[in-house]
T-cell receptor
Framework: EDKVVQSPLSLVVHEGDTVTLNCSYE??????LLWYKQEKKAPTFLFML????IEKKSGRLSSILDKKELFSILNITATQTGDSAIYLC??????????FGQGTTLQVKP | SAVISQKPSRDICQRGTSLTIQCQVD?????MFWYRQQPGQSLTLIAT?????????ESGFVIDKFPISRPNLTFSTLTVSNMSPEDSSIYLC?????????????FGSGTQLSVL
């Protein structure tokens, strides 16, 4: 069965800290791996990764995919209170649907 | 990215009633997806709605409980029928991006449903 596992499930840090969120998967074939940030109801898109070893960056956030070891990480440097959210990892499989991990709840304290 | 309008934003409903959630996209899209997020849980796909054909439901979800309409390429509705407290969740519609961004899925603003 296709599976996406995120760790840790929750994390509390202080402003300025750097965090690394993990996403491992057991999916035979997939089209892409996506990261989302969910603050209230709607997940907002962060990154899409398709190739191994190529880092995607957007400001303080970056992400990379390792298809050999079957995982992806999302890094956030110099965290701010506005980074507090649930971070979701999802795999888009060949049928087009997304399979989501459980999410990591990040709380950034002032 | 697509602009997706979803309504209602939230509702409180009585057990046994039904609620229809609407999703309007600002561009034509082939596939629309409906997700459910139960409290403290991640997102689970309910069904995929294609224009001109029956929706495809995931295991554990049936058409009688979650009927879906897809009358055109910019609009879809999901009805939660004969509601029980277990249906209390966030419901989200999702569409693919346009052009080269088609692999990215974007989400509507979500509907927070509470069933008493």
């Amino acid at each position: 069965e296709d599976k996406v596992v995120q760790s840790p499930l929750s994390l509390v840090v202080h402003e300025g800290d750097t965090v690394t969120l993990n996403c491992s998967y057991e999916v035979t074939n997939f089209r892409s791996l996506l990261w989302y940030k969910q603050e209230k109801k709607a997940p907002t898109f962060l990154f899409m990764l398709t190739s191994s070893g190529i880092e995607k960056k957007s400001g303080r956030l970056s992400s990379i995919l390792d298809k050999k070891e079957l995982f992806s990480i999302l890094n956030i440097t110099a965290t701010q209170t506005g980074d507090s959210a649930i971070y979701l990892c999802a795999l888009r499989i060949n049928t087009g649907k997304l399979i989501f991990g459980q999410g990591t709840t990040l709380q950034v304290k002032p | 990215s697509a602009v997706i309008s979803q309504k209602p934003s939230r509702d409180i409903c009585q057990r046994g009633t039904s609620l229809t959630i609407q999703c309007q996209v600002d561009s034509q899209v082939t596939m629309m997806f409906w997700y459910r997020q139960q409290p403290g849980q991640s997102l689970t796909l309910i069904a995929t709605a294609n224009q001109g054909s029956e929706a495809t439901y995931e295991s554990g979800f049936v058409i009688d409980k979650f009927p879906i309409s897809r009358p055109n390429l910019t609009f879809s509705t999901l009805t939660v029928s004969n509601m029980s407290p277990e249906d209390s969740s966030i419901y989200l519609c999702s569409v693919e991006g346009s052009g080269q961004g088609y692999e990215k899925l974007f989400f509507g603003s979500g509907t927070q449903l509470s069933v008493l």
